[in-house]
C-alpha cells in the first residue's frame, strides 16, 4: 500500500458528510422495512396495554437496512468521492493486521532486521497521517519520536529504506 496525500479538511468534510448519510439512511431504512415488514407480516389486532409481538420485524427491518448501506458502500467504494474515506478505512484495517504482530515486529527491529525496520517505519509513518487527519494530536510527540528513532537507527546501520518500500507480504514473515 502506497502512501497517499489527503487533503485534511477535504476528508472531514466528505467523511461527515458519509457518516451523517450513513446514519440517517440507517434510521429511515430501519423504519421503512419495518413498517412494510409489520404491514405485511405482523399481528393485526394488538391488545390495549400489551406488547404488539412486532419485535423480531422491527428486528429484521434493522438487519435489512444494514444489508442495504453495506450493499451500496461497497458498490461506490472506489467513487472518486470516497477515494481518500476509502483508502484511510483500508489503512487503518492494514494497521490493525500491523498491530497485532506489532511485539514480533519491535523484537526483529531490535535486532536490526531490515524488513521489521520497513514495517515499522511505514507503520508508524502513516499512523501519524492518520491521527492528524481524525485531530488525534495527544500521542503525535511521542509518534514522532518514534519515527526519528526509526530513521536515525536506519542511518547507523547504512540502510535506504522508505515507506515506499513496504509491502504486505512483510507481514507474513513475522
Known amino acids: 500500500m502506497q502512501l497517499m496525500k489527503v487533503d485534511k479538511a477535504?476528508?472531514?468534510q466528505r467523511l461527515n458528510v458519509v457518516l451523517v448519510s450513513l446514519v440517517a439512511s440507517l434510521t429511515l431504512l430501519s423504519l421503512g422495512f419495518g413498517t412494510v415488514l409489520i404491514e405485511?407480516?405482523?399481528n393485526k389486532t394488538v391488545a390495549s396495554g400489551e406488547s404488539t409481538g412486532h419485535f423480531?420485524?422491527?428486528l429484521l427491518g434493522v438487519i435489512l437496512a444494514v444489508l442495504t448501506c453495506s450493499l451500496v458502500m461497497?458498490?461506490?467504494k472506489k467513487h472518486e468521492y470516497l477515494k481518500e474515506i476509502y483508502w484511510v478505512w483500508k489503512l487503518k484495517q492494514l494497521h490493525n493486521r500491523i498491530y497485532r504482530k506489532l511485539a514480533k515486529i519491535k523484537l526483529a527491529a531490535r535486532d536490526n532486521d531490515p524488513d521489521a525496520l520497513t514495517v515499522l517505519l511505514f507503520y508508524l509513518t502513516t499512523q501519524k497521517q492518520v491521527f492528524e487527519l481524525d485531530n488525534n494530536t495527544l500521542t503525535l510527540a511521542t509518534l514522532q519520536a518514534d519515527i526519528s528513532a526509526i530513521e536515525s537507527k536506519l542511518a547507523d546501520l547504512n540502510l535506504?529504506?522508505?515507506t515506499a518500500d513496504f509491502s504486505e507480504n512483510l507481514l507474513e514473515k513475522f
Open 40 to 42: 405485511f407480516f405482523g
Open 10 to 12: 477535504r476528508y472531514r
Open 74 to 76: 461497497n458498490f461506490y
Open 56 to 58: 423480531h420485524l422491527n
Open 160 to 162: 535506504e529504506i522508505t
